[in-house]
């Protein structure tokens, strides 16, 4: 298991931008696949994006493909969740998770064994 440490959490008005950072290990990062999770009250937790730091393989949930972006800065040891025209349906508590996994990512939360504590994300006028 890997200690993660999220930020960059807050609030921020309809069509905002925030982004979130998830500080690893180096090795998490080098050898991980990596995942960005939320959990809205009174919802079950939701992949949000994923990516292999081996393979480059990256994958999106619907509801925000094309407004989020996930990235690594595996020199900084630092993992980001760059969120673009935020909606109020996007509040939740945000978490990033790390996994061994030979090749891929998916967004379920299962074979994830290392997890955030959360950050909150408030999308509100």
């Known amino acids: 298991q890997v200690q993660l440490v999220e930020s960059g959490g807050g609030l921020v008005q309809p069509g905002g931008s925030l982004r979130l950072s998830c500080a690893a290990s180096?090795?998490?990062?080098?050898?991980?696949?990596i995942a960005w999770f939320r959990q809205a009250p009174g919802k079950e937790r939701e992949g949000v994006s994923c990516?292999?730091?081996?393979?480059?393989?990256?994958y999106y949930a619907d509801s925000v493909k094309g407004r989020f972006t996930i990235s690594r800065d595996n020199p900084k040891n630092t993992m980001y969740l760059q969120m673009n025209s935020l909606k109020p349906e996007d509040t939740a508590v945000y978490y990033c998770?790390?996994?061994?996994?030979?090749?891929?990512?998916?967004?379920?939360?299962?074979?994830?064994?290392?997890w955030g504590q959360g950050t909150q994300v408030t999308v509100s006028s």
């Open positions: 998770a790390t996994g061994l996994f030979l090749a891929g990512c998916t967004l379920l939360p299962g074979g994830y064994d290392s």
């Open positions: 990516i292999n730091s081996r393979d480059g393989t990256s």
């Open positions: 180096k090795f998490t990062l080098d050898y991980y696949a």
